[in-house]
């Protein structure tokens, strides 16, 4: 699949009607310099996209994580009581 070349947010604007058409067959690319870029897709682009099978507690799991030694320093806070009159 060829990508298309990526449009400005002005020729976006300009034109929202020719993008969404345009994204009827591939995903339309609105870029600009120093901000994120837009993508146009259809539904069924969107479904054919692959799928995350791990969750966010999955991904950021550390197994063997208890084999680390790790010992923290203990903190040299003083605790004053409260003055109460």
């Not at 449009?7 to 058409?21: F, I, K, N, R, V």
């Not at 790790?70 to 004053?80: N, T």
């Amino acid at each position: 699949m060829k990508t298309p070349p990526p449009l400005s947010s002005c020729q976006l604007d300009e034109a929202p009607t020719d993008a969404m058409d345009g994204a009827s067959k591939d995903p339309v690319v609105s870029e600009e310099p120093a901000t994120p870029s837009r993508e146009l897709i259809t539904d069924d682009h969107g479904r054919a996209l692959p799928t995350q099978s791990e969750s966010i507690i999955e991904l950021l799991a550390m197994p063997g994580a208890a084999d680390i030694d790790f010992e923290a320093a203990r903190c040299g806070i003083a605790i004053k009581p409260a003055e109460l009159e």
